[in-house]
Nanobody, 118 residues
Framework: QVQLVESGGGLVQAGGSLRLSCAASKIIFSMYAMGWYRQAPGKQRELVATVGSSGNTNYAESAKGRFTISRDNAKMTVYLQMNSLKAEDTAVYYC????????????WGQGIQVTVSS
């Protein structure tokens, strides 16, 4: 069974930085695209950033210029470096592994809390 385990969340002051990690197991990691999503209280889950199996990246407008997604296939880990954090970045962040071929299949981590204090 595929497992995705997030780490690195926590409480940080506005303007600070955090790096989230998501370690995958029981998956051919290099074949999957990876993404970070987040869900704030009372809101729908939204895309933050994705990195394809070839390394191409995509960011939500809110993340551009502040967040960087990267992957290490040897470590089967995807990262999200978050800088210049704002209170509105407060959310539960989820790691997603998904196929780039149809039908799309998603595997999700359990989520990790990020709280930015203003």
């Amino acid at each position: 069974q595929v497992q995705l385990v997030e780490s690195g969340g926590g409480l940080v002051q506005a303007g600070g930085s955090l790096r989230l990690s998501c370690a995958a197991s029981k998956i051919i990691f290099s074949m999957y695209a990876m993404g970070w999503y987040r869900q704030a209280p009372g809101k729908q889950r939204e895309l933050v950033a994705t990195v394809g199996s070839s390394g191409n990246t995509n960011y939500a407008e809110s993340a551009k210029g502040r967040f960087t997604i990267s992957r290490d296939n040897a470590k089967m880990t995807v990262y999200l470096q978050m800088n210049s954090l704002k209170a509105e970045d407060t959310a539960v962040y989820y790691c997603d592994a998904y196929t780039e071929w149809a039908p799309r299949t998603d595997y999700w981590g359990q989520g990790i809390q990020v709280t930015v204090s203003s």
